[in-house]
């Protein structure tokens, strides 16, 4: 995994023993928790039409991947969203 600049700073302050890591507290922990379900709640329900073809294509990659193809789908979406995923543009 690549670093960037502060990401690598902060490392090698910890290695150098000058960052200590604290125990978050039961609070913090209950906090985190709740956000995480929040964020990874599927709450919303969607129809879509595909072409056969490009479902054939996603189902194998799913099975390649040994996940099921919505959950594949799913992330697809969500990387492009996010911008993790983008569009190639040709010329």
């Known amino acids: 995994m690549k670093l960037d600049k ?20 039961r609070q913090e922990i209950q906090r985190v928790k709740a956000m995480a379900r929040k964020t990874f709640r599927k709450d919303r329900r969607v129809t879509i039409r595909l072409y056969d073809h490009d479902l054939k294509g996603i189902q194998k990659k799913a099975m390649e991947r040994g996940i099921p193809y919505k959950t594949l789908i799913s992330s697809m979406i969500h990387q492009y969203v996010e911008g993790d995923l983008v569009e190639q543009r040709n010329g």
């Open 6 to 25: 502060e990401e690598q700073d902060i490392l090698e302050s910890y290695e150098r023993g000058k960052m200590k890591l604290l125990t978050p507290t």
